[in-house]
């Protein structure tokens, strides 16, 4: 098949690198030329493991990109996915200028793709916004008519950041969300993913379009509603001097709860669980709900890095003095420090007057937070970071951090406030942990 996508993001590179994967061919459209440039030379725009690989194996060959919508007709796209961004307004609401854009500019040229080509959205849309927003956008420019002339998909993504071509490639589930057309566009998102149906037993949601778009919500507020709930169970566990991972552990054993995303600590980042969460509660409240649970669990989100700053202030006053910060990117194995728990970190201690010095064992994450915090010091080791230290909190669960261990001698007040469970208790340090003892 000849798939378009629009985007090339994290999502829509990934998408693009794996359907190219499935045998299909793939035109990518971006707006910005360094991508284009970057992609048709078969490199990543985004750090993501397997990536590169594949873009290195298809680029020129079967995988092309390109600035200009025109060149989805020469190239004859059957089928064309929306994976543009889809930022927060200052409300939580979805700002949708991007997506309904991006859906113009591609209405220019719709009419001239050959048959009933199938507009996808990729991108996370609050419920209704493929039907109001995407379709009369393509509906628009084209002069076209939603299922009589095209037809128009929603098809959700579930893909992990540090994973997302092995969950691409392995999914959990497939969600096909179509308008009422005879089944034209449901057909045309089955010949997409024909590969992985035929060799996997995947099962696959065919539903509506507005469904589509709430499933994808409803799993990201699930389980970070989840992380919500394990790191309040977290904080009740510290209070009496239990260790929540031993408790997670067994209630984990419960197959209705499962033991995935139960590790309590400093809570959620990255671009997805905070921006939907977010984005659910403010579209409910729109229709007149006000989902108080989902906002709890926002709430507890916000509150876990506050606790660290807590514990740390219960051992040291850190005005004037260096303070270590381990961890920068939102979760392991990423250079995205989008919304990550290091942000606010570093924002309390900023207020505390605190000298601040960062590692994180991925540099391109330390460059991302630079752009942000100029004026902290970010350092290329631990051991110079925690030299001289009269704290050090340690925001994400990178590997290596566990690890550490006489590094912490070099500190000048050995206080280890440690928000992700990787270092060990031992004498000769004063070690809190967020959850745990
Ligand atoms: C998430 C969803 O998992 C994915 O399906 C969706 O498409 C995008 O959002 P991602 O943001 O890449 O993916 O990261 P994920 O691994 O889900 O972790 C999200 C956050 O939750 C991280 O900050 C992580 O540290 C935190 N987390 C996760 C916990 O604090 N505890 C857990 O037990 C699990």
Request: with cysteine; glycine share 8%; hydrophobic share 40%.
């Amino acid at each position: 098949m000849n798939i378009g996508i629009v985007g090339s993001g994290y999502v829509g590179t990934t998408v693009a690198a794996c359907l190219a994967d499935f045998g299909h061919e793939v035109m990518t459209v971006d707006v910005d030329e360094s991508t284009v440039t970057a992609l048709n030379e078969g490199e990543a725009p985004v750090s993501e493991p397997d990536l590169g690989g594949l873009l290195d194996r298809y680029a020129g060959s079967t995988l092309w990109a390109t600035t200009d919508y025109d060149d989805l007709v020469d190239f004859g796209a059957e089928v064309v996915f929306l994976a543009l961004p889809t930022p927060a307004n200052e409300d939580g609401s979805i700002d949708t200028t991007y997506v309904e854009a991006g859906a113009e500019a591609l209405g220019e040229v719709l009419g001239d793709l050959d048959g009933y080509p199938t507009v996808v959205v990729k991108s996370t849309v609050t419920p209704g916004t493929t039907e109001d927003v995407v379709g009369p956008a393509l509906e628009r420019t084209s002069g076209l008519r939603v299922a009589e002339d095209f037809g128009l998909a929603m098809n959700p993504e579930f893909l992990r950041e540090g994973s997302a071509v092995a969950d691409f490639q392995n999914p959990d589930k497939l969600v096909f969300g179509t308008s009422d057309d005879g089944d034209r566009a449901l057909d045309a998102l089955e010949a997409v993913y024909a590969p992985i149906l035929d060799a996997q037993d995947v099962p696959v949601v065919r539903t509506g379009l507005r469904e589509a778009e709430l499933i994808k919500y409803a799993n990201n507020a699930f389980l970070a509603a989840k992380v919500s709930l394990i790191n309040d169970i977290g904080n009740i566990c510290k209070e009496f001097g239990v260790d929540a991972y031993e408790v997670a552990d067994a209630i984990g054993l419960d197959d209705r709860i499962s033991e995935q995303f139960l590790r309590s600590g400093a809570g959620w980042g990255g671009s997805c669980f905070p921006k939907d969460v977010s984005a659910i509660v403010a579209a409910a409240r729109e229709q007149g709900y006000d989902p108080e649970l989902l906002q709890a669990a926002i709430d507890v989100n916000d509150r876990q890095p506050q606790r660290m700053l807590d514990l740390m202030d219960q051992h040291v006053d850190v005005e004037g003095e260096r303070v270590a910060v381990l961890g920068l990117a939102f979760k392991p194995h990423t250079d995205d420090v989008r919304n990550s728990r290091a942000i606010p970190i570093v924002e309390g201690l900023q207020e505390r007057g605190a000298d601040i010095i960062a590692y994180d064992p991925n540099p391109a994450a330390a460059d991302n937070m630079r752009e942000r915090f100029p004026d902290v010091e970010y350092l290329a080791s631990p051991s110079p970071t925690l030299s001289g230290a009269h704290a050090v909190l340690i925001v994400t669960d990178w590997p290596e951090f566990s690890d550490l261990d006489r590094e912490f001698d070099l500190m000048s007040e050995r206080v280890v406030i440690d928000g992700r469970r990787v270092v060990d208790r031992r004498e000769g340090i004063t070690y809190e942990g967020l959850t745990w003892e």
